[in-house]
């Protein structure tokens, strides 16, 4: 299991203590949230703690929504990530199919988009969701047809987010290791991971042993890929709740 470190582009205040855990060993690499008008001066000072990166795009509360074509900010977001791209060297960029739209306009978009920023998108993943989200919104992407249906007409890999993929199957009414299991017959290349309630619709973000989740069985999931920790930092200046969360996380690794 590779531990990856989930901030967000505008989250300097956590540059320090991140460089301290990596010095010591904590996380394998950090993934990134670009922030709507993130800029070169930002990405410059990430590259500075020389860390392994991933980048997770904009998505719709950010205004970049895929499944609608009434969206002028589309463009001006991917060239911010763009940016981050180039200087970061991330190993896989990670996007949301979208809200309140059509998995077919998501699938023409992403097409679109490989063809004006084909730097980006050979490296791109598309991650599962849940299937109502924070605001009551359609999710797509939310079953594992639906990301197979993306995976195939667009070529993207997969990001497995375990919370979203049990939120939907509470939605539906499926067992969730089912339906994980469903997920895991299209190969992801990664995962994201956090507690939660497996009896709620809606994505908690819990820190580890917050939520009831079979946190040990998901561990086994993800065998030696990466899995980035999205769950709560409660203090603005240190990431004491992250290194608690890797230590629990790696019980179960050295148990199994």
Not at 49 to 63: E, T
Not at 200 to 205: G, I, L, M, N, P
């Amino acid at each position: 299991m590779q531990v990856g470190l989930k901030v967000w582009s505008q989250n300097l205040n956590y540059q320090k203590p991140a460089y301290d855990l990596w010095q010591k060993g904590v996380y394998d690499y950090i993934e990134l949230y670009i922030c709507p008008n993130a800029t070169e001066e930002q990405a410059i000072s990430w590259q500075d703690l020389n860390v392994p990166y991933i980048l997770h795009a904009p998505h719709s509360y950010s205004g970049f929504n895929l499944a609608i074509p009434q969206n002028s900010d589309k463009t001006q977001r991917l060239l911010e990530v763009e940016v981050f791209n180039r200087i970061l060297s991330p190993e896989f960029i990670i996007f949301h199919p979208g809200l309140n739209g059509t998995l077919q306009e998501t699938i023409n978009q992403i097409n679109i988009f490989k063809n004006i920023f084909k730097n980006i998108f050979k490296k791109a993943l598309i991650e599962n969701k849940p299937a109502i989200g924070l605001q009551g919104e359609k999710c797509l992407g939310a079953s594992p047809e639906e990301i197979a249906i993306i995976k195939e007409k667009t070529g993207l890999g997969f990001c497995l987010d375990f919370g979203h993929a049990i939120c939907a199957s509470y939605t539906q009414n499926i067992f969730y290791q089912d339906y994980i299991l469903a997920f895991l017959k299209l190969n992801p290349e990664m995962f994201h991971l956090s507690d939660g309630d497996e009896f709620s619709a809606k994505d908690q973000h819990l820190n580890y042993g917050k939520g009831n989740f079979n946190l040990k069985w998901l561990v086994d999931c993800v065998g030696n890929k990466k899995v980035s920790l999205e769950t709560d930092k409660q203090s603005k200046f240190n990431l004491a709740d992250f290194y608690q969360d890797v230590r629990y996380l790696k019980q179960y690794e050295f148990n199994c």
